[in-house]
T-cell receptor, first 112, second 114 residues
Framework: NAGVMQNPRHLVRRRGQEARLRCSPM?????VYWYRQLPEEGLKFMVYLQKENIIDESGMPKERFSAEFPKEGPSILRIQQVVRGDSAAYFC??????????FGPGTRLTVT | DQQVKQNSPSLSVQEGRISILNCDYT??????FLWYKKYPAEGPTFLIS?????DKNEDGRFTVFLNKSAKHLSLHIVPSQPGDSAVYFCAASAYSGANSKLTFGKGITLSVRP
């Protein structure tokens, strides 16, 4: 059973460009979470999605950030017009309907 | 505000000895607690969890203790091994149902000396 897949693993964007981060949950998991980790910090919750629905987006910045989990395909975290402060590690986690969340390897976004 | 606190940023122990990692929380609504282990450039790996209705949960070398009145939990690793060297995150969940967001501490870097 493959784990949570994230791609790309590393992403470099210039200020003002768009970043798209992809997450494929574990087989059988229909719940996806996105977290962001800034340097020297713990992981911060961003958004929780089920297929075609956003359940909780209380941790998402109000502007430039959006997320989706379509009926087919991976979950996408989209950051428009990136700024240097968006540089971080972005982790996706999936869950089969229990408390435990299983994390992917992360996407390290660098904004130059 | 930091609802989950891991006040010691690092811990160094000798191989074979016990490692005790501490975590405090402030939100009395938290009802489920988890420990994750993280190596550099990898995602967090789930280690062990405990429900607020219990005060202890054990899995092999790992034991988690929960003191609800003190809002404190700890992870014990015994015996410690060099491969345990990593960053350990304490996390908490606030709702009685499943599938709620996790609130993480900042992590403790554990170094196990051979």
């Amino acid at each position: 059973n493959a784990g949570v897949m994230q791609n790309p693993r590393h992403l470099v964007r210039r200020r003002g460009q768009e970043a798209r981060l992809r997450c494929s949950p574990m087989k059988g998991h229909s719940h996806v979470y996105w977290y962001r980790q800034l340097p020297e910090e713990g992981l911060k919750f961003m958004v929780y999605l089920q297929k075609e629905n956003i359940i909780d987006e209380s941790g998402m910045p109000k502007e430039r950030f959006s997320a989706e989990f379509p009926k087919e395909g991976p979950s996408i975290l989209r950051i428009q017009q990136v700024v240097r402060g968006d540089s971080a590690a972005y982790f996706c986690a999936s869950s089969p309907s229990t408390y435990e969340q299983y994390f992917g390897p992360g996407t390290r976004l660098t904004v130059t | 505000d930091q609802q989950v606190k891991q006040n010691s940023p690092s811990l160094s122990v000798q191989e074979g000895r016990i490692s005790i990692l501490n975590c405090d929380y402030t939100n009395s609504m938290f009802d489920y607690f988890l420990w994750y282990k993280k190596y550099p450039a990898e995602g967090p790996t789930f280690l062990i969890s405990i429900s607020s209705i219990k005060d202890k949960n054990e899995d092999g070398r790992f034991t988690v203790f929960l003191n609800k009145s003190a809002k404190h939990l700890s992870l014990h690793i015994v015996p410690s091994q060099p491969g345990d060297s990593a960053v350990y995150f304490c996390a908490a969940s606030a709702y009685s149902g499943a599938n709620s967001k996790l609130t993480f501490g900042k992590g403790i870097t554990l170094s196990v000396r051979p």
